[in-house]
């Protein structure tokens, strides 16, 4: 995720980035702009076409679309935000879920809270890296029970190590380290970790309806292309820029709104989960310590 400071206007107006829409959209607008040129010579200078304002039915289409634009763009923002907020739930329980076992566990029992420790935190970098459908062995921590090696075998990594923390709780009950009462306490924690995951694969594997986000594509199409007929005869060559102006304001939100919808992945406006995970991480040294 890109790190911006909002109070710098200038700096977010000239600047451009690898995601910003303006680069994704040039090589349209070039082409828009030789149509836009084309037909304003024929009409202009050769005459050869004579073309009447259609601004208003230009006006009313122009509206319909920047309503299904908004709605768009909502709907990807949603999807964008309650990511963000089921990876902050993941760091909160992750930290209350450290700071009962550091408070049942005796301190004699001191390896067990390091390796529960270990459990959490690869649990949060397996969730990143599950959501874009890898396995980063390097960045998890080597577990005495649940081998990295043993790890790449599975397709749902967060999985196999949830359900290893479920079955280390529960051990430590049978051991008599902690008492039953204590691992329902627990068991809060321990659920929200499956919880959260599945909301977050309902996020990755429910896109927008394909026949929604198609028909607001082919509208921007065929708005644009057909607007410099509608603006010829009123505006002359000023016609090329005003519609260069307007398909970079549609489809920039059109791109925006593609990119936000799936938050999990390494684009600039994604989540930032690489640094969530760490800071998981670094939280529960300190529990630890």
């Known amino acids: 995720m890109k790190a911006y400071n909002p109070k710098h206007w200038f700096s977010l107006i000239f600047s451009f ?3 910003d829409s303006f680069r994704q959209l040039l090589p349209g607008m070039g082409g828009l702009i030789l149509l836009s040129a084309f037909l304003c010579y024929l009409d202009l200078e050769l005459k050869i076409v004579a073309f009447r304002s259609t601004t208003v039915m230009h006006s009313l289409l122009g509206f319909v679309i920047s309503l299904l634009l908004v709605f768009r763009t909502n709907t990807a923002y949603d999807r964008w935000w309650e990511g963000r907020r089921l990876f902050g739930d993941l760091v909160n329980n992750s930290r209350n879920l450290m700071m009962k076992y550091n408070a049942f566990i005796p301190e004699a ?6 390796n529960f420790r270990i459990h959490i935190s690869n649990y949060a970098f397996a969730v990143k890296e599950h959501l874009r459908g890898g396995f980063i062995h390097e960045q998890l921590e080597e ?3 649940l ?3 043993a790890l790449k075998e599975f397709n749902h990594v967060p999985n196999r190590i949830a359900g290893q923390l479920f079955i280390d709780s529960e051990r430590l009950v049978r051991e008599k380290i902690i008492s039953e009462e204590k691992l329902i306490i627990i068991n809060d924690e321990l659920r ?5 995951v599945g909301a977050c694969e309902r996020i990755k594997k429910t896109p927008i309806p394909y026949s929604y986000s198609s028909f607001i594509k082919r509208m921007i199409f065929l708005y644009v292309i057909t607007l410099p007929l509608g603006l010829i005869h ?5 016609t090329i820029p005003i519609v260069l102006f307007v398909f970079y304001a549609f489809a920039s939100l059109e791109l925006i709104a ?3 919808e799936d938050p999990f992945g390494h684009e600039q406006n994604d989540l930032p989960t690489d640094e969530i995970a760490a800071t998981i991480k670094k939280n529960l040294v ?3 310590k």
């Open 143 to 145: 577990h005495p029970e």
């Open 286 to 288: 300190e529990i630890i």
């Open 109 to 114: 029992h001191k390896e067990l809270k390091n």
């Open 258 to 260: 593609e990119e936000i």
């Open 234 to 238: 009123d505006l002359k060559w000023a």
């Open 17 to 19: 980035h690898k995601s």
């Open 192 to 196: 929200s970790f499956t919880n959260m």
């Open 147 to 149: 081998r990295l090696s």
